[in-house]
C-alpha cells in the first residue's frame, strides 16, 4: 500500500508543530549494506504468515534476515499476524500458516539465539502502542486512504500506522526494507518525531538497511514478481518444492527465441530473470553467470540454473519438514520468543503511558 509523500504529510497530523524544529527537511536515513553496523544497534523487521515463503522471498528479505542477526548485538523478527487480519482469514489457515512461517524462517537460517523471533498478536503492545500513534493522525489519514479504488477495512487502511508502532515499540534503529518500501519507514519516523515533540524524547528515529538483492520475476510473466498468489502454478517457486517441481518450474520458465545466455533486462526480461536467480543461489556475479552459460543455449542453462536452485533450497527443505513435525517444538519457540519480546516491549510502553499521563 501507498502512503502519502513527505510532502503531502503536514495536514495528516493533528498536533504537527509550527516550530523550527520542523523546518529541518524530511528525508529518508539510509544506511547501506557495505556499511559497519554499531554493535548496539536494534534491527527490527517483520513479515505475514502468508504460508511457505518463496525464492523471491528467500532472495529479497529472509538471507539477508539470517546475515543481520550475526552484524547486530539485538535483532527481532516478527511473524506479523496482526497485519494479515485486514484482509478476511479462515483460523485454522491461519494457525498453520504462522507454524509454516516459523518453521521457514528456522530452516532459512534464523537462529532464535541470535535473533528473537516471536508472534505479534502475543505482544499486546503493539496494539496499545498503535493507538498511541493513531490519535496523532488527523481524520484526513483516512480519507487519503478512501480513495483507493478498492475499499477494505479500516485496519487495511490504518494498518502503516501498526506498522510504526512495530518499529517504534523496541526502539529500533535499523529496518531491513527495499526501495519501494521506504516510505513506509518514513511514516515511522515522522510519527516518532511528532511524539517526541508532543511528549519529550522516548523513540529514535529508524534507518533503512536498504537491500541490493534483484528483485526475483515470476517465471512465467518476468514483467511481474514473483508471487504466492499467482494463479500460474509453474510461475513460483516454494522455499520446499521438491526437486523435480523446481527443475519442472524452470524448464517451462518464459525465456524467448533466442539461445544465446545474455543479461539484459529490458529486452529479454525472462532469461535475464534466470541469470538473477542462478547468481544468487550460486552466490556468484551476474557477469560470472553469463560466462558460465558460454557456449549453451537457453534449455541447457536452464539445467544448470536449477541445479543451483535444488543445491541451494534442499538442505532449506529438509529442515522444514523437520521442523514442522514437531507442532509442539515450534510452539516452545516461538512462545520463548514471545516472553523475550514481551520484556523488551512492556518497559517501553509504560513508558509511554507515563509520557502521555495515564501513570
Known amino acids: 500500500m501507498a502512503l502519502p509523500c513527505r510532502n503531502n504529510l503536514k495536514f495528516l497530523f493533528r498536533f504537527l508543530p509550527k516550530s523550527n524544529y520542523w523546518k ?3 528525508c529518508a ?32 528479505a529472509l538471507e539477508n534476515w539470517v546475515s543481520l542477526q550475526n552484524q547486530y548485538s539485538s535483532v527481532l523478527y516478527s511473524i506479523v499476524d496482526l497485519h494479515s487480519i485486514t484482509q478476511p482469514q479462515d483460523p485454522d489457515q491461519l494457525r498453520n500458516n ?46 487519503v486512504k478512501s480513495k483507493q479504488k478498492n475499499e477494505g477495512s479500516v485496519g487495511l487502511y490504518t494498518y502503516p500506522v501498526l ?35 508532543c511528549y519529550g524524547d522516548v523513540f529514535p528515529e529508524a534507518r533503512a538497511l536498504l537491500s541490493s538483492t534483484r528483485k526475483v520475476k515470476s517465471l512465467r510473466d518476468p ?3 514473483m508471487s504466492k498468489s499467482d494463479r500460474q502454478a509453474m510461475a513460483t517457486i516454494s522455499i520446499t518444492d521438491s526437486p523435480d ?9 518464459v525465456t ?9 533486462p529490458e529486452t529479454r526480461p525472462g532469461v535475464s530473470n534466470l541469470v538473477t536467480i542462478h547468481a544468487a543461489m550460486a552466490t556468484i556475479t551476474v557477469q560470472e553467470a553469463v560466462s558460465r552459460a558460454k557456449g549453451l543455449d537457453t534449455g541447457a ?26 507442532r509442539a517444538h515450534l510452539q516452545n519457540l516461538l512462545e520463548l520468543g514471545n516472553r523475550r519480546a514481551r520484556e523488551l516491549a512492556a518497559p517501553v510502553l509504560a513508558e509511554v503511558r507515563h509520557r502521555v499521563g495515564f501513570s
Open 245 to 253: 517441481d523446481i527443475a519442472l518450474k524452470i524448464r517451462r520458465a
Open 163 to 197: 506498522q510504526a508502532a512495530d518499529i517504534l515499540l523496541y526502539k529500533s534503529t535499523h529496518v531491513p526494507v527495499g526501495e519501494d518500501q521506504v516510505q513506509h519507514l518514513e511514516l515511522a519516523q515522522d510519527l516518532a518525531r511528532i511524539f517526541n515533540y
Open 29 to 60: 536515513a539510509r544506511s547501506p549494506e557495505n556499511q559497519n553496523p554499531p554493535g548496539s544497534g536494534r534491527v527490527f523487521s517483520g513479515i505475514q504468515p502468508t504460508g511457505v515463503p518463496h525464492l523471491g522471498n528467500y532472495l529479497g
Open 301 to 326: 542453462y536452464k539445467a544448470l540454473v536449477s541445479e543451483a536452485v535444488i543445491q541451494r533450497l534442499t538442505p532449506i527443505r529438509e529442515e522444514f519438514q523437520r521442523l514442522r513435525a514437531d
Open 98 to 143: 504462522i507454524l509454516d512461517m516459523a518453521a521457514s524462517l528456522l530452516a532459512c537460517g534464523v537462529d532464535p539465539e541470535r535473533a528473537i523471533l516471536f508472534q505479534q498478536s502475543q505482544v499486546s503492545e503493539h496494539s496499545e502502542l498503535s493507538f498511541f500513534l493513531l490519535v496523532l493522525l488527523s481524520q484526513r489519514f483516512l480519507q
Open 223 to 225: 514483467s511481474a514478481k
Open 24 to 26: 529541518r527537511p524530511f
Open 256 to 264: 524467448d527465441f533466442t539461445s544465446e545466455v545474455t543479461f539484459d
